[in-house]
């Protein structure tokens, strides 16, 4: 059975009475780079001075899935959350370093007695850095309180209850900014490096999102009072996606906003709609608001899963996928899936819109991945990391479930195999996402602008398909269609289903490859 993260202690484990009145407290800012709605903060203010502290990690930023558009971003949201804490006559202890050797410092330094930091659930390494903490922290005596950030639970035994204790999280009070916070003065600060220091080389993400609190919240406001009117139907299509979705996913991933405050806000949207909008049930913004409630549940509970099982990030959750793939990638089909050249049009236009911005929508996420895994028949691991390293808001416990829902690996999920062709044509008919990222076929028509390669002569350069789009669909689906037949795979899909979704039954219809 997978090791699971509840060595770390919780809100719930520790009471809060066990720390002294007035014992010196270190907040230990993670991905949780706000001020408000902010459990540990709030927890450290009533019980001692504090010291605000962050700690950039060189080891963390070694690991393949990080790049430097994330540090971009990181840079941007500590830069605001400095200047909040400023504002209250607080600085930003800022060091770098091994986490545990810093604590250990400071703790000579100032002898603090409590560590106060939210519940964090993101790659293996930090959950490995957790435990080297959680022993440190317990061999001195030091309390580690770990307040839950989001509605994601530690120690959880099955999926019964967890939509109902998510809903019961979301709508808890918002934790405002404390009215009195006792700092600790400490003026040492480590300068933060530059990303070449960290070995990040400087991509061409030139169109990336901006970090930081104040970016978040005009997202939020500009989102629900008009660019998310038409959400639900517009969110599909990379010509509408960019400007109709939240765009909040950035922001959730570092912590400038909290889900509890997304969430709130769009059920008062809709509240105050419905009170005010005359024609409030034939708009489009109850299905808007229903569409992005759901997703901020699905953001908890795909980081649930890793939550559950920290493995997911580089092994098949279902093991009879465990070596249906070469092992190695097929370098040239590889290379030409990074570099947005396999002459599908709309698989290289959203890769290099990407590339360039950072971000794409979900559809599109799940088109690129497919194309990969089945089509191209890449093993799912170097295509997830290569993505890690493009997606600005790359949360890896909804990253890995998506990658390997798409890849066919979980067992319990019906095999998404995107067609391209029929993909192409359905979210961009006329052409317009193609034309404005792959300018080789801004002249093509649109009768050809999704199958150019009929007509060669017109390409300019764009190269021809790296594979025959139905042949390669077909042996895919065959493959693991076959896998899925073997009584041993539908035992052990129903442990999945139970581990990770709840008490419903297998449907022999997950087995049956869907082609879109």
């Known amino acids: 059975m997978a090791k699971t993260r509840d060595q770390s202690p919780n809100e719930a484990s520790i009471p809060r009475q066990t720390t002294h009145p007035r014992s010196m407290n270190i907040v230990w800012f993670k991905r949780d780079l706000r001020l408000h709605d902010h459990a540990a903060l709030s927890q450290a203010a009533t019980s001692g ?12 930023w070694q690991q393949p899935d990080l790049s430097h558009r994330h540090y971009v971003f990181l840079l941007e949201c500590l830069k605001e959350l400095e200047a909040s804490l400023n504002t209250l006559g607080a600085k930003l202890v800022i060091k770098i370093g091994d986490a545990v050797e810093i604590l250990n410092q400071l703790h000579q330094n100032i002898s603090f007695s409590s560590l106060f930091s939210h519940q964090e659930t993101w790659n293996y390494w930090t959950y490995q850095r957790d435990q080297r903490v959680l022993k440190w922290a317990q061999s001195k005596g030091i309390i580690w309180v770990e307040p839950r950030q989001h509605g994601v639970f530690r120690r959880l035994k099955d999926r019964s209850q967890w939509g109902w204790r998510w809903y019961q999280e979301m709508r808890k ?11 600790i003065p400490h003026h040492h600060c480590d300068g933060l490096p530059h990303s070449q220091e960290l070995g990040l080389i400087e991509g061409s993400c030139s169109q990336h999102q901006m970090g930081g609190r104040s970016q978040a919240l005009k997202l939020l406001d500009s989102f629900l009072t008009s660019r998310g009117k038409d959400y639900s139907k517009e969110m599909s299509s990379p010509v509408t996606a960019f400007e109709s979705c939240s765009r909040l996913s950035p922001h959730f991933s570092f912590g400038t906003i909290s889900i509890r405050e997304a969430f709130q806000a769009a059920e008062k949207h809709s509240l105050d709609l419905k009170n005010h909008l005359h024609d409030f049930s034939s708009s489009s913004w109850p299905s808007a608001m229903r569409s992005f409630l759901s997703r901020l549940r699905w953001h908890c509970h795909f980081i649930q899963k890793l939550e559950d099982n920290p ?17 190695l990638p ?9 570099q947005g050249r396999t002459g599908f049009p709309m698989v290289d236009a959203c890769m290099r819109a990407l590339i360039k911005t950072g971000w794409i929508n979900f559809r599109m996420r799940a088109m690129l991945v497919s194309f990969a895994s089945y089509h191209l028949w890449l093993p799912w691991q170097p295509t997830a990391i290569y993505l890690a390293q493009l997606f600005i808001d790359y949360e890896p416990g909804i990253h890995y479930c998506q990658i390997q829902m798409q890849s066919g690996t979980t067992g319990i999920n019906a095999l998404r195999i995107y067609n391209p062709i029929i993909q192409s044509i359905d979210q961009d008919p006329k ?15 649109e009768a050809l ?16 398909p790296i594979i025959d789009e139905k ?3 077909k042996k895919a689906a065959d493959s693991l269609y076959s896998l899925r037949k073997n009584p041993e795979h539908q035992s052990l899909s129903a442990e999945i289903l139970n581990k990770h979704v709840g008490h419903r039954r297998v449907s022999n219809k997950s087995s049956s490859p869907i082609k879109k």
């Open 449 to 464: 602008i999704h199958t150019p390669w009929k007509q060669p002569l017109l390409m300019n350069g764009y190269p021809l």
């Open 311 to 327: 493995k997911i990030e580089f092994k098949s959750i279902h093991s009879a996928y465990a070596h249906v793939r070469p092992e």
């Open 431 to 445: 052409g317009v996402f193609i034309k404005a990222w792959i300018p080789e076929l801004a002249h093509v028509s």
């Open 471 to 473: 042949t390669a669909r």
């Open 330 to 338: 097929d370098s040239e089909l590889f290379d030409a899936w990074k």
């Open 173 to 183: 009070p918002i934790l405002p900014l404390p009215t009195t916070i006792d700092f």
């Open 49 to 60: 001075p504090i010291l605000p502290l962050y700690i950039l990690e060189p080891d963390l």
